[in-house]
């Protein structure tokens, strides 16, 4: 599979990343360990060699189910993780990257990311110049290699990078969330960051798995997705019959042709999260699909269906 630079450096990371915020288990349901394992290691085997994960997804244990899965082939696999907003002090910050460092089992980090600003989900208010201070110290210790932010606004990622080079930025972004295109993008573009999109398939609904009179299970976080509801779920269901012949044409699947289209966009990267070896797998074959400047502006207008109706707030869910 080809690799892109994370950012300004020599950091070589595929176009999809497989996500692993379900193998933390916490706000899913039926996951598996063993399956998550095995999920892993079938995307490192089909070519993704990078993993995104946190130290909040369960409180350390997506950390440790990447450990059990790329372990041995480390020196290959490109580690990503994630500090939480309430440890953005100086000393949990670097507490919080020693723990990450030991649930992976590795000594060093390729890219280190501050998941949500300071102040988010009642946490406390850190200067953004005080974590930082910790991760460019942290990156000079050599314990992590590039420093990469999370959920931030165009704003916060400009004020964060007055303290220390930013290589990446991860929003949420797929062809029925397009946020990140009206500041991140032209900003990315300009300083040469990486834009390391999740939820590209807006939660799987871009699988068309969930069609009229759908009943997620007690306790899926899905069911605050603002595109699951209402008349947002009618559009994206209108938008999903009009894409279908484009995917046939293409001889692939709903998620490879969004996949696909997102990896074409400007700097851009996906995370694509997997429950088991047969995603993971499925997944990487969206890097063949190949899309024409016709092709590209025919999913993008059917896309805006969902998208021009969706208000200025960043944030997918209504928790």
């Not at 110290?137 to 964060?160: C, P, W």
């Not at 998620?255 to 990487?284: F, K």
Request: charged share 25%; net charge negative; hydrophobic share 40%.
């Amino acid at each position: 599979m080809e690799t892109r630079s994370l950012g300004k450096t020599d950091i070589q990371i595929t176009p999809i990343l497989v996500g692993t915020w379900q193998a933390g288990k916490r706000m899913w349901t039926g996951i598996d360990d063993g399956e998550s394992v095995r999920a892993i290691r079938a995307a490192f085997d089909a070519g993704i060699t990078t993993v995104d994960t946190a130290e909040v997804y369960g409180e350390g244990h997506s950390e440790q189910i990447v450990a059990r899965a790329l372990s041995d082939v480390r020196d290959r696999a490109v580690y990503c993780t994630k500090v939480f907003a309430n440890h953005l002090q100086y000393s949990q910050a670097i507490e919080a990257c020693d723990r990450s460092l030991q649930n992976l089992n590795t000594d060093y980090i390729d890219l280190y990311q501050i998941h949500w600003p300071s102040g988010t989900w009642n946490t406390q208010i850190v200067p953004i110049e005080e974590t930082m201070r910790a991760l460019t110290d942290l990156k000079e210790q050599g314990k992590i290699r590039a420093i990469g932010v999370s959920n931030f606004s165009r704003a916060q990622l400009e004020e964060a990078s007055r303290y220390g080079r930013i290589e990446s930025v991860q929003p949420p972004y797929s062809l029925f969330w397009r946020w990140a295109e009206k500041e991140l993008t032209p900003y990315c573009i300009e300083n040469e960051i990486s834009i390391l999109a999740y939820s590209p398939l807006a939660q799987g609904l871009l699988t068309g798995k969930f069609r009229e009179g759908f009943q997620l299970k007690e306790g899926d976080h899905r069911s605050k997705n603002k595109l699951f509801t209402g008349e947002n779920f009618r559009r994206v269901q209108k938008a999903l019959i009009e894409l279908q012949p484009i995917a046939e044409r293409k001889n692939c699947t709903l998620a490879q042709l969004a996949l696909a289209w997102l990896i074409r966009q400007p700097r851009t990267h996906v995370i694509a999260g997997v429950r088991n070896a047969a995603q993971a797998i499925n997944n990487a074959k969206a890097i063949a699909v190949e899309l024409s400047a016709g092709d590209l502006t025919a999913i993008d207008s059917i896309g805006r269906q969902v998208t021009d109706y969706l208000d200025d707030n960043p944030v997918m869910w209504e928790f």
